[in-house]
């Protein structure tokens, strides 16, 4: 389960580096806002991008 658990956080950074880069405005209204809105797709990374920002 461990494995299995690893292969879709490696699947998840994958999938978000393969994502354009997104624009100034398109993160008008903060980038903790942007992580937010995006947990459904990115779980593990929005975690952690919560937790590292929101110090």
Excluded: N
């Excluded at 008008?28 to 920002?53: N, T």
Aim: with cysteine; hydrophobic share 35%; proline share 5%.
């Amino acid at each position: 389960q461990m494995k299995k658990a690893r292969i879709s956080a490696q699947d998840e950074l994958t999938k978000y580096l393969d994502e354009p880069t997104c624009s100034p405005k398109d993160i008008e209204s903060g980038v903790l806002s942007w992580w937010k809105d995006r947990q459904a797709i990115y779980p593990h990374l929005s975690k952690m991008a919560m937790d590292y920002l929101s110090v």
